[in-house]
């Protein structure tokens, strides 16, 4: 072959390039004006039906030089940007995300703001026991000035032998230290028929870890009248988090705090591994305030301090930690929760410590 024939050749390759680019390009368009008339129609956009009868109409008609599994291949590709194109002009902006939200949402609990720049705690044991037992920590809350009391009265327990709670006998006690001590109750709801019930007693509704993704509950607590502090589930990712929030602001809910509660990695030195880096990156992301359990995930009384402090540095608005009268005979949750003392240790270090962030 000629030098001069090849570079005609070549040429008509390149005259063939620019009329597929051009038809590529009149599909482009044709495809996002199927993706607006299947989002008025609510229709799923991959459609594997329709794909199907594409690629036998173009193999019946197809009798060129290429392999049937390459012209397969080369329309796969088309079909799946295809798609992409639609996802972009059809994928609704999250409700929770900073896109469709730019201004950060401040949850209000009588009163008491998270996600106003103030960074606040959330303290409490891990169980409500006894109302002996409540009324002894939340006294202590008090003296540092906390308003907003932690404690579980439905545990959900790895082993079923395990306590389990107190049930609606823990959200009375819980209630009534609260009204007896002027303070605010978060406290977890495990199934969506216990939602009405606790909205008599709880102040701020807790999704926990193991129930994240319980879209029943997390749809439930879209439809009520109540904060909602979401936990991140035992491995679940910062985009199913973030999805899971969705559900509950999609319920016409966006009173809802984020909380990082570790997550389960290799690393057994700590009960879950604490990703700091979500705080910054749920704050990004979303226009939630975002807490950060340092119990659940350390699981270490030792790593509390260190970690709550990593927590308001890294920007948490609100931190939470166990505390228990007597750790020890604790009903769960032993190793990490501190006593009084300790609490109060906890406390001072920390005030010092957000002082000198300022
Ligand atoms: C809790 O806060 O009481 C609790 C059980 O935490 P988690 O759901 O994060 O394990
Ligand atoms: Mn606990």
């Given at each position: 072959m000629s030098e001069n024939q090849l570079a005609k050749l070549r040429e008509q390759v390149d005259q063939i390039n620019l009329q597929i680019l051009e038809l590529l390009n009149e599909r482009g368009k044709i495809v996002q004006a199927i993706g607006e008339e299947k989002k008025k129609h609510g229709t799923n956009r991959f459609d594997p039906v329709r794909e199907r009868e594409s690629l036998d109409l173009l193999l019946k008609n197809y009798d060129?030089?290429?392999?049937?599994?390459?012209?397969?291949?080369?329309?796969?590709?088309?079909?799946?940007?295809?798609?992409e194109l639609q996802?972009?002009?059809?994928?609704?902006?999250?409700?929770?995300?900073?896109?469709?939200?730019?201004?950060?949402?401040?949850?209000?609990?009588?009163?008491?703001?998270?996600?106003?720049?103030?960074?606040?705690?959330?303290?409490?044991?891990?169980?409500?026991?006894?109302?002996e037992q409540v009324r002894e920590v939340a006294l202590a809350l008090k003296e540092h000035g906390l308003t907003l009391m932690r404690g579980g009265a439905y545990k959900p327990r790895t082993s079923p032998y395990d306590f389990q709670g107190l049930g609606?006998?823990?959200?009375?006690?819980?209630?009534?230290?609260?009204?007896?001590?002027?303070?605010?109750?978060?406290?977890?709801?495990?199934?969506?028929?216990?939602?009405?019930?606790?909205?008599?007693?709880?102040?701020?509704?807790?999704?926990?870890?193991?129930?994240?993704q319980n879209f029943e509950l997390l749809k439930t607590v879209g439809t009520v009248k109540k904060p909602v502090l979401l936990k991140r589930g035992l491995s679940a990712?910062?985009?199913?988090?973030?999805?899971?929030?969705?559900?509950?602001?999609?319920?016409?809910?966006?009173?809802?705090?984020?909380?990082e509660r570790g997550i389960r990695t290799y690393e057994r030195a700590t009960r879950n591994t604490l990703d700091i880096s979500a705080v910054p990156i749920l704050k990004k992301?979303?226009?939630?305030?975002?807490?950060?359990?340092?119990?659940?995930?350390?699981?270490?009384?030792?790593?509390?301090?260190?970690?709550?402090?990593?927590?308001?540095?890294?920007?948490?608005?609100?931190?939470?930690?166990?505390?228990?009268?007597?750790?020890?005979?604790?009903?769960?949750?032993?190793?990490?929760q501190m006593d009084i003392p300790q609490f109060h240790d906890f406390m001072n270090e920390l005030n010092a410590f957000k002082e000198r962030l300022v």
């Open positions: 060129g030089p290429y392999t049937e599994a390459t012209i397969k291949h080369l329309f796969k590709q088309i079909f799946k940007a295809s798609l996802k972009i002009d059809y994928e609704k902006t999250l409700l929770v995300s900073r896109k469709a939200h730019p201004e950060n949402t401040v949850v209000n609990i009588n009163g008491e703001t998270v996600g106003d720049g103030v960074q606040r705690f959330v303290m409490g044991p891990c169980a409500v026991e006894s109302y609606v006998e823990g959200l009375k006690i819980l209630r009534q230290v609260a009204d007896e001590l002027e303070l605010s109750v978060i406290t977890e709801i495990v199934t969506p028929q216990d939602v009405e019930l606790a909205l008599d007693y709880v102040d701020v509704i807790q999704v926990g870890a193991r129930n994240m990712t910062i985009s199913e988090f973030i999805n899971a929030a969705e559900y509950i602001m999609a319920g016409g809910n966006d009173q809802i705090i984020l909380c992301e979303t226009h939630l305030p975002v807490a950060v359990d340092v119990t659940h995930s350390t699981g270490r009384r030792d790593l509390l301090l260190p970690t709550a402090k990593a927590a308001l540095a890294i920007g948490a608005d609100l931190v939470m930690a166990e505390v228990h009268p007597d750790p020890a005979v604790a009903l769960s949750d032993s190793l990490q």
